[in-house]
Structures are given as C-alpha cells and as structure tokens.
C-alpha cells in the first residue's frame, strides 16, 4: 500500500548479525538487507502478531528470495523461526517489539517527547521552523523496527471473485454455484496468510501434469484447491510429474477424494 513504512536501524548493513549471515552464506551485504527488508515488510502487511503457518523456508524463499541456507543462517541470528511439523509454522521473533500498534505508539510518544524537549531549549526562529517541518513529516526512527498503524487494506477476494478465476484455468473442473461447502471451505482458507499470498502463484502453475485425462488420472475441482496445505503442495512441486512416470508416487483417487478436516 503506497505510503506505509517500516522503519530500520541506519546501521542495519553494518550489524553483527547480518555480517554472520554474509559470512555463512557468501551473500551480499546489499542482498542480505533486501531480503530482510522485504521479509519484514510481508509480515508486516499480512500479520498482525509475525506469524504464518504452512508455508515453511518454501514459501519465505518464494516470496523474499534466498535459498534454505541462506534462511537457516538467518534463523542462526534469531531473526526468523521455523517450528511446528515439518517446520512449516514461520514466525519473527521480537514481533511486538518492533511492529505493531503498541510499538507504533512508543515510536510516536518518543517522537513527540523529543520534539517537545528540543522546542523548550531551542528559541531561535529558524530552529523552531525547522522542528515544525519536521514534525509534519515524521520519518522513520533508526533505534527500532516500528510501523506506522493503519487501517489494514480489505482484502478484495471473495468467493464470486475465485469462481471465474478458477473456471479460466484449463483442466479443471468447472465450479457452476458458491454453494455453502465452498463458502464455507473459502472462509477457512482466507484466514491464512499463506493462501492469500500465494493462491494465484499456485493457479498459475496450471494444468498441473499429474491430472491427465489416461487411465488413472482425474479433474481437480474448487473443493479439492479450497483444502488445508492445497496450495503450498503445488507450489512444493507435489503435482510436477506426468502421469505413470513415477508409477509409485501415483496418488490413488480414493485417497485424494478424501475430505481433509476443515482448520
């Protein structure tokens, strides 16, 4: 959203801990920092306490670069964390600390407590038109990783919206009425950050080789995609392969079919 902000130390490139990532991985200093940035911008704009869940060191490095090394070095720092089965739950530690509206309003207090000290001393002219300019545009403080609150953009998603999108894609089944399973499966999913992110990245990978039309291949349809972890899986590459290539790996209808507990 034009206009938000982060803010960051200046001494970020200079710090022990992205110097310990440049050193581990052999990165940048200058591609360390971009990645950080834009990691914490994502959390930033798609969490409100720094966690995801499902998307894993996949999904960080799809969506901010790098690669496993570069991430684990990161989570050595302890500046992200994987956890949960499969390490796929990812969070920032010192979230609240450094985003969020209890740390906005710190930044925002101190601003303000500075302002008024320096008025007090200063009488000049000149200075106090100086601090007036500067209080009308506040910039980003460098002692920690605040943000400036604002009302969250809605998200435009909806159900009526996805149909046709989903209906364009070719090898499909096509989804004719937004009858209550799927409202109720597409509320779930939007929940997750990791589905709002990614669910066109996965769209885009279609028609997925593993749905062919011979024996033993089958259509996916919106309920199937509406499922827990659907869209990581075929971002992962679990569907990248042609169908009785890999004859063991082949998933039997009846176990795809199968419906997955709603979260």
């Not at 200058?30 to 999904?59: P, Q, S």
């Not at 949960?84 to 740390?103: L, Y």
């Not at 990248?240 to 979260?263: F, I, M, N, R």
Request: glycine residues 8%; charged residues 30%.
């Amino acid at each position: 959203m034009a206009g938000d902000w982060i803010a960051f130390d200046h001494d970020l490139p200079d710090k022990e801990e992205v110097l310990a990532i440049v050193t581990e991985t052999g990165e940048s200093v200058a591609e360390t920092v971009l990645r950080l940035c834009r990691l914490w911008c994502w959390f930033d704009r798609m969490t409100e306490d720094g966690k995801m869940r499902y998307i894993g060191v996949t999904g960080v490095t799809l969506k901010c670069g790098g690669n496993e090394e570069f991430w684990a070095a990161v989570e050595k720092v302890g500046w992200i964390k994987f956890g949960g089965e499969d390490r796929k739950n990812v969070s920032i530690p010192g979230f609240g600390a450094r985003f969020g509206n209890s740390a906005r309003r710190r930044l925002l207090t101190a601003k303000r407590v500075t302002l008024h000290r320096l008025r007090k001393k200063c009488n000049d002219v000149s200075v106090t038109t100086t601090l007036q300019n500067a209080s009308q545009q506040p910039q980003p403080q460098p002692q920690s990783l605040t943000k400036e609150v604002r009302e969250k953009p809605p998200v435009s998603l909806t159900i009526e919206t996805l149909m046709p999108k989903w209906n364009a894609l070719e090898g499909v089944r096509k989804a004719l009425i937004a009858n209550k399973t799927r409202r109720t499966s597409f509320k779930a999913r939007m929940k997750e950050p990791a589905f709002r992110s990614f669910y066109e990245e996965a769209m885009a990978k279609f028609p997925l080789k593993c749905f062919s039309s011979d024996s033993g291949g089958w259509t996916p349809d919106l309920e199937w995609f509406l499922r827990p972890n659907t869209v990581i899986s075929i971002l992962e590459g679990k569907y990248d392969w042609e169908k009785g290539a890999k004859e063991q790996d082949t998933p039997s209808p009846g176990s795809v079919d199968e419906p997955y507990p709603e979260h």
